[in-house]
Nanobody, 124 residues
Framework: EVQLQASGGGLVQPGGSLTLSCQASGFSYDEYGIGWFRQAPGKEREGVSC????????YYGDSVKGRFTISSDSSKTTVYLQMSNLKPEDTGVYYC?????????????????WGKGTQVTVSS
């Protein structure tokens, strides 16, 4: 059973930076995707970014391109989301999730394991 734990959320001013971490364990196969999703109050959850273990390829949602960077450690089981130039609209609960269908790691419906979220609040 895959388990994921997200951490690193907090309160940051607009224009600031924050790095989230997702610690994953329990993979049965070597190829998987780990993604970040977020849900703002009153809105649907949306895909933010994901990374594929087999080749390190990444995906970014249009709203975060150029501001967020996803990476993983050498074990490929800890994934980081570096967020910069944060905006109030980035506020929400951020979740990390995983799927063995790594090609689809940017799609919420494809994710099979979810961690608890971490709150990110961008406000002055």
């Amino acid at each position: 059973e895959v388990q994921l734990q997200a951490s690193g959320g907090g309160l940051v001013q607009p224009g600031g930076s924050l790095t989230l971490s997702c610690q994953a364990s329990g993979f049965s196969y070597d190829e998987y995707g780990i993604g970040w999703f977020r849900q703002a109050p009153g809105k649907e959850r949306e895909g933010v970014s994901c990374i594929r273990s087999e080749d390190g390829s990444t995906y970014y949602g249009d709203s975060v391109k150029g501001r967020f960077t996803i990476s993983s450690d050498s074990s490929k089981t800890t994934v980081y989301l570096q967020m910069s130039n944060l905006k109030p609209e980035d506020t929400g609960v951020y979740y990390c999730a995983s799927t063995y269908g790594s090609r689809w790691c940017h799609l919420e419906a494809a994710m099979t394991s979810w961690g608890k979220g971490t709150q990110v609040t961008v406000s002055s």
